[in-house]
Nanobody, 119 residues
């Protein structure tokens, strides 16, 4: 049905930047919101950022002023631009989509992309 595929993770130095991409197999207008979660090693999954169907963004405190979520409707893609990366940003980052319309109440997840920030 719905598939989400993340890309863009990798190894970067502290202070560096990465841009994550999440490509959905359906139009992003099938979803009330799309966003990014992350799971650091040994810790619980946490929200990083989300964007609603009207383009309104929301960020976790840890992501404010450093990360930017955006979307391309034509490419069925949501992005997470990450700047000024810190070692504590190291985690597996997951794309998430919340269904709209007949898909309401359903959550969809990508398989994750690893982000590692270290010297």
């Amino acid at each position: 049905q719905v598939q989400l595929v993340e890309s863009g993770g990798g190894l970067v130095q502290p202070g560096g930047s990465l841009r994550l991409s999440c490509i959905a197999s359906k139009s992003i207008f099938n979803f009330n919101a799309m966003g990014w979660y992350r799971q650091p090693p040994g810790l619980q999954r946490e929200l990083v950022a989300r964007i609603s169907s009207d383009g309104n963004p929301n960020y976790a405190d840890s992501a404010k002023d450093r990360f930017t979520i955006s979307r391309s409707v034509g490419k069925n893609t949501v992005y997470l631009q990450m700047n000024s990366l810190k070692p504590e940003d190291t985690a597996v980052y997951f794309c998430n989509a919340v269904g709209a319309g007949w898909r309401s109440g359903r959550d969809y997840w990508g398989q994750g992309t690893q982000v590692t920030v270290s010297s």
